[in-house]
């Protein structure tokens, strides 16, 4: 059974970074795109930035771009998503999640929520001024 768990969250002031880890159990991790998503209140789940298989391509959401980064290691099972420069806007309940990639396929990134195959139970980010 494939089981991801999310950490690093929490409540910080704006213009702050925070790091969030996402850990994988239960699978062979290098044989997943993985991805980051977030969810606020009221609103849809949406795609923040994706990672394919061997780390070499990563996409980001325009919203984030340049002040997040993804990153993972396969060696530990682990994705990471550096935030910089944090805002009020990007507050929300964030999703790691893991897309079936079993060919390793070059350069294949995972930007629809219904291509994950397996979702973390979510880790909070409060933004504050």
């Known amino acids: 059974q494939v089981r991801l768990v999310e950490s690093g969250g929490g409540s910080v002031q704006a213009g702050i970074s925070l790091s969030l880890s996402c850990t994988a159990s239960g699978t062979t991790f290098s044989h997943y795109a993985m991805g980051w998503f977030r969810q606020a209140p009221g609103k849809e789940r949406e795609f923040v930035a994706g990672?394919?298989?061997?780390?070499?391509?990563?996409h980001y959401a325009d919203s984030v771009r340049g002040r997040f980064t993804i990153s993972r290691d396969n060696a530990k099972s682990i994705v990471y998503l550096r935030m910089n420069d944090l805002k009020l806007e990007d507050t929300a309940l964030y999703y790691c999640?893991?897309?079936?990639?079993?060919?390793?396929?070059?350069?294949?990134?995972?930007?629809?929520?219904?291509?994950?195959?397996?979702w973390g139970q979510g880790t909070q980010v409060t933004v504050s001024s």
């Open positions: 990672i394919s298989w061997n780390g070499a391509t990563t």
């Open positions: 999640g893991a897309a079936a990639d079993p060919f390793s396929s070059s350069g294949y990134v995972a930007e629809n929520a219904y291509d994950y195959d397996y």
